[in-house]
């Protein structure tokens, strides 16, 4: 994996285009109101009588300030008594469900997203891992991957400390950038020194992992300025590290109305940032997982790519793609089997529906063959960025040359681009095509429409 990129700036000029960044196959896009309560009840017994493992997602939309390039369902307030009748929902959420699932069922992974889920006071946290641990098995001897979205502004040495006392091994920091200007104009003033008293805290007090999640594309930003946040991250030793691109959306996500458009860089200037971020993390001795991922060697993530283990669901690069994921909380999304299922993402329809003794699930659906068939080879690709035929063809009884005729002029073409390497056994994407992984993938979603291409999704790099 030494080799996992390659910087082909003709390449990604030819296949930069807007797609699905596939935490699941079907997309969300896709769910549909025919899947409600009565849907994920008949898959938890499923999976109750199967003794699946679990993982848990449980979100709180709650933030007291606005960041501007925010995309996430959350609830802009002050008001910290907000977070009490959301927590009594919740738990009513977690009583229901786990109604319908075995004591044996061990949550081996936990996450806690939001919004900013260090809102919550310090009695507020103590609260909700003493439902989750009333409702499911949670583990006690800190083998889980347990782990949390920290705001560094929202948090202090003792909130680490709680954190760690609760069970959480790992956390992931949101920077986005460091530079003063850029977080005027995104309305998140952060300093280094905040953030690295945080990472300074996890370490101390033997958290498995930090992530920091950076953002390039962002307004004011310019390549040397945001070098300059990079090398301040890559100081900090995060075992993983994001880098999103930032999707201005204006037309969907109303906080973003705020960002003039002429402040955001060139579409030049973005691909130099990446370029350039690319290059720092490689000489820092970061891997490239893929998907705007990086991790150092010894980590889970990389270790589980190096051995073939890696997956991907709605949590991002996971080692838990064999459990069952159930979300918990405004918005929610749960892939319990074959289904997918989506809590109301208001939260005033969230909240209602569970003071009436009735779960929120709005949205949802049933994977049939060809999802499952599209779905492990998407995974694999994203994964491993290799795929031999033989296995699929194994798997689901296929012919694979049959099956995607369809694609094959595309992927010819890709190959003869040196995206990929085709031939009659597998495909193995090469270096430089590693970076454009969506675009390959995009050939096997039976779902997408050009209009989709320019209207639902980011551009791939």
């Not at 002429?262 to 030049?268: H, R, T, W």
């Not at 699929?392 to 040359?401: K, L, T």
Request: charged share 25%; net charge negative.
């Amino acid at each position: 994996m030494l080799d996992a990129i390659q910087w082909d700036a003709d390449l990604i000029h030819r296949y930069d285009q807007a797609g699905p960044r596939y935490t699941s196959y079907p997309t969300a896009v896709q769910f549909h109101g025919d899947i409600g309560p009565f849907d994920l009840l008949h898959a938890l017994r499923d999976s109750r009588k199967e003794l699946r493992p679990l993982s848990l997602y449980v979100h709180v939309p709650f933030c007291a300030h606005i960041c501007y390039y925010c995309a996430c369902n959350k609830v802009i307030t002050k008001d910290r008594g907000r977070s009490q009748p959301y927590l009594q929902e919740l738990a009513h959420e977690m009583a229901i469900i786990g109604r319908h699932l075995d004591g044996r069922q061990r949550v081996e992974q936990l996450h806690l997203g939001g919004g900013t889920p260090t809102f919550l006071s310090h009695d507020e946290l103590r609260q909700l891992m003493a439902q989750l641990r009333e409702h499911f098995s949670l583990l006690n001897d800190d083998s889980g991957d347990y782990s949390i979205e920290i705001d560094p502004r929202e948090a202090d040495w003792s909130t680490m400390g709680l954190l760690r006392e609760l069970g959480f091994n790992r956390v992931s920091l949101g920077v986005q950038d460091l530079d003063p200007a850029v977080q005027r104009a995104i309305n998140r003033l952060q300093t280094l020194e905040e953030t690295r008293a945080i990472v300074e805290a996890a370490r101390t007090l033997q958290f498995r992992s930090v992530n920091i999640d950076l953002i390039y594309g962002l307004p004011l930003q310019t390549p040397e300025r945001f070098a300059r946040t990079v090398d301040e991250v890559i100081a900090l030793q995060p075992d993983r590290l994001s880098l999103f691109n930032y999707a201005h959306l204006p037309e969907r996500f109303m906080p973003q109305r705020r960002i003039r458009t002429e402040d955001l860089p060139s579409p030049s200037h973005k691909l130099a940032m990446l370029h350039r971020s690319i290059e720092q993390l490689s000489a820092a001795g970061y891997r490239y997982i893929g998907m705007d991922h990086f991790a150092l060697p010894d980590d889970e993530l990389a270790v589980a790519q190096e051995d073939g283990s890696l997956q991907r669901n709605f949590q991002g690069y996971t080692t838990h793609g064999h459990c069952d994921l159930i979300g918990l909380g405004v918005s929610a999304i749960s892939q319990v089997g074959d289904l997918y299922s989506q809590n109301s993402s208001d939260l005033g329809n969230y909240q209602g529906s569970l003071a009436n003794g009735q779960l929120a699930t709005l949205r949802g659906l049933h994977c049939d063959a060809d999802d499952r068939l599209r779905r492990a080879l998407i995974q694999q690709l994203i994964c491993h960025f290799e795929l031999q035929f033989a296995t699929i063809e194994r798997a689901f009884a296929i012919d694979f040359r049959d099956y995607f005729a369809d694609a094959w002029a595309q992927l010819q073409q890709m190959h003869d681009d040196g995206l990929i390497a085709l031939s009659t056994e597998a495909i193995r994407v090469q270096p430089p095509g590693r970076l454009l992984i969506r675009a390959l993938c995009m050939l096997f979603d039976r779902y997408l429409t050009p209009r989709q291409h320019r209207q639902r999704y980011s551009r791939v790099i």
